[in-house]
């Protein structure tokens, strides 16, 4: 009996399904079905039964299980593969020791909660469970390994418009590789890549985004937001990780037909909140303001500054500030 099917039908017209109608569908017994329907409930789905009327599914955003991934899942091949966890220590080492094994392209594993998350410039992603959502992809992009960093732009992109569509109309991209809303972050990405000097193992974007919390601790209140406190209202982890999955392959097809960002640099600086804002570059050759212009097609930054020539930052040398704050 196909889960994905069974919950499917559950939770149609907010109605109650009986158990005959359940196992005439699916051909098997009334024990066949009530076994199911236990074991969704292991899993953590709400369902009702009622004598006489059946069955019926109750709508709860804050469930997040493999099931409930691959029910909204629309890709061909990012994500088909899903590793789910309750817990474990950072999805990005899976994903590393997935791909060592020998793991397809598009693998995806999304965890509740990491013990030992990991941010960029070896700083930790503090990872509790219930109300963010953890997850990386397995690529193998048949490119030289300096193409890769581009990957971390376009996953942005994909978590940007997933968001959009899910109701945050006016989050946008920090260069390189932040989302945000209301001037405060809303994900992170740490991209890691095994490779040799011409040719790449693999790349792991791993993604970290605050979905469900109603508050932070003071320290990271002044920049960091959430879904929730933005919308006012709960949103499903599994529905978000499907969209951005399903933004992410399109995008991704377009980014390996010149393994650079030509056919998305547009729509990439059409969220690019930096884009016409005077920023401050963090070299460490030396800082300096100036006017971002946008990304060009590697995704570097270009900076018009005060003595008006235009300046390319590269992201992996130099991070970009507003003058007025975070963004
Ligand atoms: C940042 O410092 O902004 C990047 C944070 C990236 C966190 C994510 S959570 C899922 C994946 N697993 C990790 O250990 N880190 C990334």
Redesign the pocket.
Known sequence: MNKEELISLLSKNDTYVSGQELCEHFGVSRTAIWKAIKQLEKEGYLIEAVNNKGYRLRENDEMMSATEISRYMETKIMGQNLIYHQET?????DVKRLAEEGAVHGTLVV?DK?T??????G?A?I?PAGA?????LLLRPQCNPDKASAITLVSALAIVQAARELGMQDCGIKWP??VVANGK?L????TEMSAEIDAIHYVVP????NVNQETFDEEIAKTATSFCMELGHKVNRSKLISRILYYFEQDYELFIKTYDLSNLVDKYNHFLVNCGKEVRVLDPKGEFTGTALGVNEDGELLVRTENDTVVTVYAGEVSVRGIYGYV
């Open positions: 220590d950072s999805t990005n080492l965890a990491q030992a998350g990991r941010g960029r410039r700083r992603w990872s963010s959502v953890y997850m990386s590789n932040d972050k994900c992170g990405i740490l791993g993604i970290g985004i």
